[in-house]
T-cell receptor, first 113, second 117 residues
Framework: GNSVTQMEGPVTLSEEAFLTINCTYTATGYPSLFWYVQYPGEGLQLLLKATKADDKGSNKGFEATYRKETTSFHLEKGSVQVSDSAVYFCALSAYNQGGKLIFGQGTELSVKP | GAVVSQHPSWVICKSGTSVKIECRSLDFQATTMFWYRQFPKQSLMLMATSNEGSKATYEQGVEKDKFLINHASLTLSTLTVTSAHPEDSSFYIC?????????????FGPGTRLTVT
């Protein structure tokens, strides 16, 4: 079946450090891939997405590239800020599933000043 | 655009009572809405998929008689937790699906914190 695996957290970084959160997936066909962010006590916000191989999604300094050969969609940011502290979820939406999302377990990021 | 609201944002109820949570898409029509449950420091667990005008599709292990879902219009879905017990205490999140550039995209509500005493 379809699944998403994320690196375990929590991840603690100093401000301006480089961030990578690994995400790999298993799916049949060509899923769409997403990164969502959840701030404490809130719902999820879409951070970025990619719908086909080699697409790069980007938003607010975050980037992720859809790598079909390695079935990965790693999240990166060159210089994190304290305000980036949140939980990040990688997710996939398989073709013909009406938008149903399958989430990874989430990675908590804590950025210290 | 694509805003989803939930009401209430938090609720405390006594064991044995029922609680209704509303999920609204404010500026778009959503033929499909999803209900999730999230435990502290865990991922979202899909409970059910709700399509306007039809019965909800529940995920395996979710009690349909306990978690009643109604999707009466293209902008409103409700989740009723019936005969709530302390173990039902959780963070409930809804999302509404819309197509964007040929793909489906889910827009999430802010969540409802339910505490059953």
């Amino acid at each position: 079946g379809n699944s998403v695996t994320q690196m375990e957290g929590p991840v603690t970084l100093s401000e301006e450090a480089f961030l990578t959160i690994n995400c790999t997936y298993t799916a049949t066909g060509y899923p769409s891939l997403f990164w969502y962010v959840q701030y404490p006590g809130e719902g999820l916000q879409l951070l970025l997405k990619a719908t086909k191989a080699d697409d790069k999604g980007s938003n607010k300094g975050f980037e992720a590239t859809y790598r079909k050969e390695t079935t990965s969609f790693h999240l990166e940011k060159g210089s994190v800020q304290v305000s980036d502290s949140a939980v990040y979820f990688c997710a996939l939406s398989a073709y013909n599933q009406g938008g149903k999302l399958i989430f990874g377990q989430g990675t908590e990021l804590s950025v210290k000043p | 655009g694509a805003v989803v609201s939930q009401h209430p944002s938090w609720v405390i109820c006594k064991s044995g009572t029922s609680v209704k949570i509303e999920c609204r898409s404010l500026d778009f029509q959503a033929t499909t809405m999803f209900w999730y449950r999230q435990f502290p420091k865990q991922s979202l667990m899909l409970m059910a998929t709700s399509n306007e005008g039809s019965k909800a599709t529940y995920e395996q292990g979710v009690e349909k008689d306990k978690f009643l879902i109604n999707h009466a219009s293209l902008t409103l879905s409700t989740l009723t937790v019936t005969s709530a017990h302390p173990e039902d205490s959780s963070f409930y999140i809804c999302s509404a699906s819309a197509t964007s550039g040929g793909t489906y995209e889910q827009y999430f509500g802010p969540g409802t914190r339910l505490t059953v005493t």
